[in-house]
């Protein structure tokens, strides 16, 4: 199942406080960029982020769950409707995130 237009729209809306929050398409699912770097993505209508150490923290009894078959596990972010959170949650997480290839 691919990720509705309105659910992808409803999490850009809860991360809407967040300089540089932008997104891909990619085979009916989504990746989510904060300031350039891959944070998560939102894939059968879920919101998952990458399990860096600073979300694994944040997160202590979230669900690991793999986006697609094959994938690396990911961190489900079942409460989406805390915006103040969720840029707590990116914010720490920043540092820790890859840093895009060139």
Request: charged share 30%.
């Amino acid at each position: 199942m691919a990720t509705s237009k309105e659910y992808l729209n409803y999490i850009l809306e809860q991360l809407s406080g967040l300089d540089e929050i932008t997104y891909r398409a990619m085979m009916g699912e989504y990746i989510i960029y904060y300031k350039g770097r891959i944070a998560g993505g939102i894939c059968d209508n879920r919101f998952l982020v990458k399990p860096v150490k600073a979300a694994v923290a944040l997160l202590p009894d979230a669900p690991f769950e793999k986006p697609y078959e094959g994938a690396k596990e990911m961190l489900l972010i079942e409460n989406t409707e805390d915006r103040e959170f969720l840029a707590k949650l990116f914010g720490a997480m920043y540092d820790e995130l890859p840093i895009p290839k060139k």
